[in-house]
């Protein structure tokens, strides 16, 4: 794929199309939050406390993905831009290696302390075990949020900006259909109240990976993941995770206000949280609005 369209393209035109799909995705993407909140509301009171006290440390987990990401973005675009297409792939495939890893120690983590996070928030009979229920499923899919990111970040590399819009609207729209089936149980889908909806999360973002791998095999772009000639460079990690890091803490600072606001609405009652339903969406906004930027 020739990149020269960065450089010959008019500013306002580059800037609208690469903008533009990535505003639209990022407003459907906030539905994922939204439309959660709105069916699991529907079981009880409770799920609904649960679900927003898991909210801060599943944003954390997303945003060492996404923070990460940026900078696989990043370093990505450095060696597009200086035509050096072997630094490309070895930094592409540094990425794909540390994302499983961080997949894989994200769910282990995230999972272990659950118990524990929870706790100090709670020790209602029916919020807690929710929370647990909830959390134990969609940190299993942690891996795949990692991989989701590393892909959507290489096709905005290449300027592909639809593809990454189109591969997340997937995942969305197919967790906006899931949740009402998973989680009241519509046909032969059994009830699974708050497990369903973390459930509809996960299939959603197993959709959107694999939108992202039909479009990588079918379509080449020219950054590729290839054990060909690849040698494990620390200068090259270096670099990814400092941009990576920075990138990460800016968008999980969102998420630390959030555990201080539970905190606050838990001092008379986990209950309380159910009065704010509002409050991690506000954090997820901002959290996510200087991810196109920064890409």
């Known amino acids: ?23 639209l995705s990022m407003m459907v993407n906030a539905l994922y939050n939204i439309v959660d909140s ?14 927003s006290l898991v909210y801060p440390v599943q944003n954390m987990v997303n945003a060492v993905s996404i923070g990460f990401g940026v900078g696989i973005n990043a370093v990505i675009a450095i060696y597009l831009g200086a035509q050096d297409y072997k630094k490309v792939n070895a930094a592409a495939t540094h ?8 997949g894989i120690l994200l769910t282990a983590i995230s999972i272990g302390i659950m118990p524990s996070f929870l706790s100090v928030f709670t020790e209602d009979a029916g919020i807690l075990p929710s929370g647990l229920q909830y959390s ?36 969305c729209v197919a967790n906006i259909i899931l949740d009402p089936i998973f989680i ?5 889908v059994p009830r699974m109240e708050i497990e369903g909806a973390a459930l509809a999360t996960g299939i959603g973002q197993v959709l959107s990976l ?25 200068r090259l990690t270096g670099r990814l995770y400092s941009i990576g890091i920075p990138a990460t803490l800016n968008l999980a600072l969102p998420s630390a206000g959030g555990i201080q606001l539970w905190g606050r609405g838990t001092s008379e ?14 954090h997820y ?7 196109p930027g920064g890409s």
């Open 1 to 23: 794929m020739e990149q020269t369209y960065m450089k010959e393209k008019p500013i306002l035109g580059l800037v609208l199309s690469m903008s533009l799909p990535m505003i």
């Open 38 to 51: 709105l069916f699991v509301a529907k079981i009880s009171e409770q799920a609904m406390t649960a679900l």
């Open 95 to 102: 990425g794909f290696i540390l994302s499983i890893i961080q």
């Open 136 to 171: 134990n499923i969609v940190f299993c899919f942690a891996t795949v949020i990692a991989l989701n990111l590393f892909y959507e970040k290489i096709f905005q590399a290449v300027g592909k900006m639809t593809v990454s819009m189109v591969g997340m609207m997937v995942g």
């Open 184 to 188: 009241f149980g519509l046909g032969p």
């Open 210 to 234: 694999i939108v992202y791998l039909i479009c990588y095999f079918k379509d080449p772009i020219p950054v590729k993941v290839s054990k060909k000639e690849f040698s494990w460079s620390w």
């Open 269 to 282: 009652g986990a209950e309380n949280l159910y009065h704010y339903p509002d409050a991690y969406g506000c």
């Open 285 to 291: 906004g901002g959290g996510n609005r200087p991810v």
